[in-house]
């Protein structure tokens, strides 16, 4: 009869869903050898107290948005900091970004996150000249400060930079290029450091305020002693960067030529006339890159 049909057919669906569930189920089972191999194991951020407990293979993958929402959090900059002494947080930028650019990875540096993860596609933007001003001339690793450690005993970390850009030698012309009019070369220097903000909030600041004089046609050796110089309150001196760009001055366009970019950490200057080097946008140096250089004269000391 028909009816019986139906419950037969009926049957088997129930019977083929059971087999798919069991089959769903079984295939999370990880076997124990990959296991072993697979240090690292994706978590879900609840709250501090819970992620510090959990085993220290455990791992907080935490994209910029909730970044900006947990800063918001009390004693969050605390918190973050104790629970990456024994984990580790990896940070990606939000996946609205199409155009492949980036946020500002000096708030998670701050913040003792190990894995900074950015969009390398475009070279040219402000992030990844940090990422190459952080990490060149090292094999890739950077150890923590002790402000984020937990092992500074100053109650104040906080230096006056004071800087001056005196002069530059075989400056290039915008991307390299061999034939063209001489450059008007000046430089523009910004301060990146985090700072606590009215509301008691940590946030990325940039003082883009100081930038040199154009000189007139001389990209040989433009000399810029009669600037003012420039007086910095850096509040993150440990996770702090001075980012020097050098640009072509032009009337005839909106935007002036970049020709190179350099990101150099606070904690690596020293007092007195000191050379930076130039580098295409992208940290590719060599070429004419590798005969320019910009001369500073650098004083930094502990705030009274």
Request: proline content about 4%.
């Amino acid at each position: 009869p028909p009816e019986e049909n139906d419950n037969e057919d009926d049957s088997d669906s129930d019977d083929d869903s059971a087999t798919k569930k069991e089959k769903k189920k079984k295939s999370k089972v990880i076997v124990q050898e990959l296991r072993d191999l697979t240090l690292f194991h994706g978590s879900k951020y609840k709250d501090w107290s819970a992620s510090t407990s959990m085993p220290s293979n455990y791992m907080h993958s935490i994209s910029e948005g909730k970044i900006d929402k947990l800063m918001d959090e009390s004693e969050v900059e605390r918190n973050w900091q104790s629970y990456n002494r024994t984990h580790m947080t990896r940070n990606y930028p939000s996946g609205l970004r199409l155009n492949s650019s980036n946020y500002n990875p000096l708030l998670p540096w701050s913040l003792g996150c190990q894995l900074v993860a950015l969009n390398l596609q475009k070279t040219e933007d402000t992030a990844t000249a940090l990422n190459d001003g952080r990490f060149c001339h090292t094999d890739g690793y950077v150890l923590k400060p002790t402000s984020v450690l937990g092992t500074s005993t100053s109650t104040s970390n906080s230096r006056i930079l004071k800087l001056s850009v005196v002069a530059g030698l075989c400056l290039p012309k915008p991307e390299g290029r061999l034939i063209g009019e001489y450059i008007d070369p000046y430089v523009q220097v910004i301060l990146h450091d985090v700072i606590t903000s009215e509301e008691g909030k940590k946030e990325y600041y940039a003082d883009t305020s100081y930038k040199t004089s154009v000189v007139e046609n001389n990209g040989y050796m433009p000399i810029w002693d009669n600037d003012e110089s420039k007086e910095y309150n850096i509040q993150r001196p440990d996770v702090a960067m001075i980012q020097f760009i050098l640009k072509d001055s032009s009337d005839l366009s909106y935007t002036d030529d970049t020709i190179s970019s350099y990101a150099v950490s606070v904690s690596s200057l020293r007092n007195g006339y000191r050379c930076i080097p130039l580098v295409l946008e992208g940290g590719e140096g060599g070429g004419l890159f590798g005969y320019g250089s910009i001369l500073l004269q650098i004083d930094i000391d502990n705030k009274e």
